[in-house]
């Protein structure tokens, strides 16, 4: 699990670096320009609002050699504006969450079955949680709030199938589960060791709205469900 502190902000590979160059700069006529905005934090959040950044990578017609991070970034980026929720750090953090879910959960399933494999239930983790020391307690704490933040956002539909197939607990369930996992975090000690208690404050008083915003990319943009 990634930790994030206050000095945490988008990292770009090579990969990243060149397609901003090619969207924002084919010509070749700014590359000083725009990797000196790519090297300053600030700035560089600045320069990946720019508009025809997201509506290249929704061009199915156009080869991405980016990272999931950054594709993950600014389609949610996107969302969160949409929903008015103007603040770069949360979709930074949220787009490492899903990126290291994406490579640990096989996303493109062709049977939709095959999810409940991947699945965590909430008794397993609360099993988990009492058996851990308060250190793994905070991380799994972490690990969960990313989880079923994610689970209850990208996979709703999956949720509610299983809800009304066998009277399993439903989206509702599983995204106060994720909540109060990501609060619990804020209010441990090591949250401010970490450096991690803005961060966390923030997330846990948007989560809602970013668990909406999830939900309208899984509907909207991917296809997962």
């Known amino acids: 699990m990634r930790l994030v502190t206050s000095e945490y902000r988008m990292i770009l590979n090579s990969g990243d670096r060149e397609f901003v160059h090619a969207v924002l700069d084919p010509e070749g006529k700014q590359t000083d320009a725009i990797d000196g905005l790519i090297a300053d934090p600030e700035s560089a959040a600045t320069l990946l609002d720019d508009a025809r950044l997201y509506n290249a990578i929704l061009d199915t017609g156009r080869s991405l050699s980016i990272s999931p991070h950054l594709y993950f970034y600014l389609v949610l980026r996107h969302e969160l504006k949409e ?86 607990p439903g989206v509702k369930f599983y995204e106060k589960l994720g909540w ?10 090591l949250a401010n060791e970490f450096e991690m208690r803005g961060l966390l404050d923030r997330v846990v008083d948007e989560y809602f709205r970013v668990r909406k915003a999830l939900t309208r990319l899984s509907d909207e943009i991917l296809v997962w469900n």
Request: charged share 20%; no cysteine; glycine share 4%.
């Open 180 to 189: 109060s996992s990501f609060h619990f975090a804020q209010q441990h000690p």
């Open 83 to 168: 929903a008015m929720l103007d603040d770069p750090q949360i979709p930074e953090y949220i787009s490492w969450s899903l990126s290291e879910f994406s490579l640990e959960h096989p996303m493109g399933l062709s049977d939709p079955r095959e999810l409940s494999t991947h699945f965590l239930n909430a008794v397993d983790f609360i099993d988990l949680v009492r058996s851990v020391d308060s250190y793994q307690k905070f991380m799994l704490e972490l690990w969960a709030g990313n989880y079923y933040l994610i689970w209850s956002g990208l996979f709703h539909d999956f949720l509610e199938r299983r809800e009304k197939r066998h009277g399993a």
